[in-house]
């Protein structure tokens, strides 16, 4: 404990040895997903989207393997997001999704060359007061609100503002656009509201080429809006799930080839041989029917595995499936490996994604559990290294 001695070198942390769990990313899958989309896109432009740390696999790996598959722009959530990707020199058009109010946010769009949406002439006036106190011109691109009553300026005064727009000499109106509430319901079952508003959509565009205001780029399809009808495709598409591998729906499943880019590993910490009749984990919520041997994974609900999957969530070793038992708790999770005698202490098991010739996806958690695919992988939390891989979907 003497203070004079040298401290002795911190071990080495980073190698897969001595990692619990970790989330495997493969680049090659998102550039291949990002070629497909692409290609089924055909003369229209795709937006990654990448926000909330590329819905988890890791922004900067997934904008440099989209745009490498053929992405023209980048699309994110926040200012912080954009300043991340440009940091990383990263040099494509990103338009910032999210509402940017304050001066200062979009003093730093202006900076760093970041698009911010803009859905009243409060902000496009301060994008204009900015760039022209720069002797600059600002980029930005207006929402509409055509019936999902988030961002965007109601639809029926957008013309107005797009003419307020083109008065502002130091703004340049990159786009114009909107978000689909209901693209990702099967045909014949959202009331018809993906094409109401698309209607209105319409009509904001044509009354911009009866005064002459074309804009450069309109866009309002996501992952679903692309997949499920080329008549949504318009200049562009803003892709986020689908570029991860996933179909943002059942009914759109197949419609491009996806290969899933995340795999989630744990590894086993401890086994258990225990008797029939005892409680296992918080609640006792799950109680051994036979002489079991239990796995202990070193993964809970703080690295991600919403905790009410208790009971429910399954695993995969060497393609065998494994029934996890009792309540997830906060760093650890329990599998009955009693069925497979393979499964050792040290042992890496597959929570999402494929290993042997099965596969665990985002939706089968989704549905056990009352929220989408979306959610479950922009929950994985930092705590969790995501490490490349390139082996697809085959295990190690
Ligand atoms: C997140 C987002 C998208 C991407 O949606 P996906 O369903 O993941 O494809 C597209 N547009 C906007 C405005 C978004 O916020």
Redesign the pocket.
Known sequence: MAGSEPSPQPPETSGLERQRAWVEVDAAAIEANARSLRRHLATSELMA?V?ADG?GHGALTVARAALAGGASSL?V?TLAEGIELRRSGIEAPVLV?GGLCHEQELRSCLHWRLMPTISGRREALLCHNLASGQGRRMALQLKLDTGMARLGVDWEQGPQLVAAIAELEAVQLAGVYT?LASA?LPPGEDDGLTRQQQQRFETVLTSLQQQGLDPVCRHLA???G?LSNPGLHYDLA??????YGHP?ATHLSGVVALQPAMRLRARVSLIRELAAGVGVSYGHRFRTQRPSRLAVLAIGYADGVPRALSNQLEVLFRGQRLPQVGAITMDQLIVDATDCPALEVGAVVTLLGGDGDQEITPSEWSARCDTIP?EILCGFKHRLPRLACGGGSTAR
């Open positions: 989207v926000k819905y699309g959530a999704l978000h990702d996501n992952s679903a692309a803003r892709v986020g799930l689908a570029l943002p979306w």
